[in-house]
């Protein structure tokens, strides 16, 4: 069963460079999140979609873009990227209760 | 504004003891509560969780205990063992909202 799978899983980029992560789900879940995890923060919660089609704002949206044109995709887009935005970034999926959790992708911005 | 709390970065606890592990949240309306365990280069997984209309879940050596009053939940983990070495991470919801706002975590090490 593969779950949740993030594309890719390392990526170094420089400042003002942009780039798309992939969130793929084979559950038919209907939410999907992306969140960011950072020392002594916990994990942050970025942006999250409730089904198809919609998108909404998390705790730290600032930065970044969403689309979930189909259900079993959400993506994350960095536009121009900043150091500030070096992280460890954590797809998930859930209907509801539980949430599943991809592998993660590792993003170093120098 | 952190609405969900794990004071203590970190836990070393003797393989066969009891591990304890403890989560504070702010906002009353949160009526779900779960536990993640995370393993180095890997996602969070699911461990357990509970309802706000409960005060206590098992699943065998796990036990998630709930203090609304005092807006506490805790996780025990008994007996301990070297696999259990990870960081934990609470988190909390408010059903229906389908949103997880997850504490900073503690990184449990079990010791032999």
């Known amino acids: 069963n593969a779950g949740v799978t993030q594309t890719p899983k390392f990526r170094v980029l420089k400042t003002g460079q942009s780039m798309t992560l992939l969130c793929a789900q084979d559950?038919?879940?209907?939410?999907m999140y992306w969140y960011r995890q950072d020392p002594g923060m916990g994990l942050r919660l970025i942006h999250y979609?409730?089904?198809?089609?919609?998108?909404a704002k998390g705790e730290v949206p600032d930065g970044y873009n969403v689309s979930r044109l189909k259900k079993q995709n959400f993506l994350l887009g960095l536009e121009s990227a900043a150091p500030s935005q070096t992280s460890v970034y954590f797809c998930?999926?859930?209907?509801?209760?539980?949430?599943?959790f991809g592998q993660g992708t590792r993003l170093t911005v120098v | 504004d952190q609405q969900v709390k794990q004071n203590s970065p970190s836990l070393s606890v003797q393989e066969g003891r009891i591990s304890i592990l403890n989560c504070d949240y702010t906002?009353?309306?949160?009526?779900?509560f779960l536990w993640y365990k995370k393993y180095p280069a890997e996602g969070p997984t699911f461990l357990i969780s509970?309802?706000?209309?409960?005060d206590k879940n098992e699943d065998g050596r796990f036990t998630v205990f709930l203090n609304k009053s005092a807006k506490h939940l805790s996780l025990h983990i008994v007996p301990s063992q070297p696999g259990d070495s990870a960081v934990y991470f609470c988190?909390?919801?408010?059903?229906?909202?389908?949103?997880?706002?997850f504490g900073q975590g503690t990184r449990l090490t079990i010791n032999p």
């Open positions: 998930a999926s859930s209907m509801g209760t539980e949430a599943f």
């Open positions: 988190a909390a919801s408010i059903q229906g909202a389908q949103k997880l706002v």
């Open positions: 979609s409730v089904g198809e089609g919609t998108t």
């Open positions: 559950m038919n879940h209907e939410y």
């Open positions: 906002n009353s309306m949160f009526d779900y």
């Open positions: 509970i309802s706000s209309i409960k």
